[in-house]
């Protein structure tokens, strides 16, 4: 099964920095990664789909690259509501499975 | 509007029992593939389980479990009430969260889990 390692765990930064928050595979997955944000008591909103495509509706600050076992998540301009937690999580071939997460605190 | 509205979590001793609905609304559950998703509290995301959606031709879904669920839990779907279940068996403290089903967005544009749920908490307590 495919394992997904997330980094960091846990991150500080102030309304406006560029935030970029890193996922692995443990083998390759070709573009089928993708990320969620999610807030305490809420479910998991989706951001990101095929490594790089923004899910309609999010805002263009949010981007993402990657393909084969290496992906990034960047936030370009934080802003105060996201502050949460982000997951990534691939659909590669039958299984499913999630990065541990990386929580985005305020500085 | 798409809605997912999930039922039937609660409190269940060790080796019980409990069956979980979502009730799909604003598009046809079987054309979809749908998992359910759980969450300890306090922890992070874990897929459980997915079933797939029901092609024209053949009628027939496929099923994919986590290795932790395997062999216990069980996925369905009635298609003719929009109802996907997640019948647990054996339960464990381990299992104890929140579950969440979610809609998986289409394979050939390698959608993600585009709508979810509000969730249903598991307590497994004796």
């Known amino acids: 099964d495919v394992q997904m390692t997330q980094s960091p765990a846990s991150l500080s930064a102030s309304v406006g920095d560029r935030v970029t928050i890193t996922c692995r595979a443990s083998?390759?997955?070709?573009?089928?990664l993708n990320w969620y944000q999610q807030k305490p008591g809420k479910a998991p909103k989706l951001l990101i789909y095929?490594?790089?495509r923004l899910q309609y509706g999010v805002p263009s600050r949010f981007s993402g690259s990657g393909s084969g076992t290496d992906f990034t998540l960047t936030v370009s301009g934080l802003q105060p509501e996201d502050f949460a937690t982000y997951f990534c999580?691939?659909?590669?071939?039958?299984?499913?499975?999630f990065g541990l997460g990386t929580k985005v605190e305020i500085k | 509007q798409v809605q997912l509205v999930e039922s039937g979590g609660g409190l269940v001793k060790p080796g019980g029992s409990l069956r979980l609905s979502c009730a799909a609304s604003?598009?046809?559950?079987?054309?979809?593939?749908m998992s359910w998703i759980r969450q300890a509290p306090g922890g992070g995301l874990e897929w459980v389980s997915y079933?797939?959606?029901?092609?024209?031709?053949?009628?027939?879904?496929?099923?994919s479990y986590a290795d932790s669920v395997k062999g216990r839990f069980t996925i369905s779907r009635d298609n003719t009430n929009n109802l996907l279940y997640l019948e647990m068996n054996s339960l464990r403290a381990e299992d104890a969260a929140v579950y969440f089903c979610?809609?998986?967005?289409?394979?050939?544009?390698?959608?993600?889990?585009?709508?979810w749920g509000q969730g249903t908490l598991v307590t497994v307590s004796s």
């Open positions: 604003g598009f046809t559950l079987s054309d979809y593939y």
């Open positions: 083998q390759d997955i070709n573009n089928f």
């Open positions: 999580q691939h659909r590669y071939s039958s299984t499913r499975s």
């Open positions: 079933i797939s959606d029901s092609p024209v031709t053949t009628g027939i879904s496929t099923t």
């Open positions: 095929a490594a790089s």
């Open positions: 979610a809609r998986e967005g289409h394979s050939w544009y390698r959608g993600g889990f585009d709508f």
